[in-house]
């Protein structure tokens, strides 16, 4: 089981950075690739980006790619999302996740994590 707790979201404008973290819990986080997806208002949820267990690989969907950074530290059992140059598109629910195996393009799917946090609300006004 993996628990995880989203925080650091918050209203910002345009241009500005924001750090998201994903707080978890469990013996077995460093398994786990963690992802970040996000659901902006009246569409369907996206992805924004994963990094595997070791933290060797990470994927970025290609709206956030040169401006988002996701990282993780295992000993503290958390990922972080740097957010920089944030545009009034970015807005929306972010979601952490925890996928139990995923390398490539299978990181990018939502149907691959079986763990969620509740979702932290970035609004970027322009």
């Known amino acids: 089981q993996v628990q995880l707790v989203e925080s650091g979201g918050g209203l910002v404008q345009a241009g500005d950075s924001l750090r998201l973290s994903c707080a978890a819990s469990?013996?077995?986080?460093?398994?786990?690739?963690m992802g970040w997806f996000r659901q902006p208002p009246g569409k369907e949820r996206e992805f924004v980006a994963a990094i595997r267990w070791s933290g060797g690989s990470t994927y970025y969907g290609d709206s956030v790619k040169g401006r988002f950074t996701i990282s993780r530290d295992n000993a503290k059992n958390t990922v972080l999302l740097q957010m920089n140059s944030l545009k009034a598109e970015d807005t929306a629910v972010y979601y952490c996740?925890?996928?139990?195996?995923?390398?490539?393009?299978?990181?990018?799917?939502?149907?691959?994590?079986?763990?969620w946090g509740q979702g932290t609300q970035v609004t970027v006004s322009s």
């Open positions: 469990g013996r077995t986080f460093s398994r786990y690739a």
């Open positions: 996740a925890a996928n139990p195996a995923c390398s490539g393009y299978g990181c990018y799917r939502p149907g691959g994590y079986d763990y």
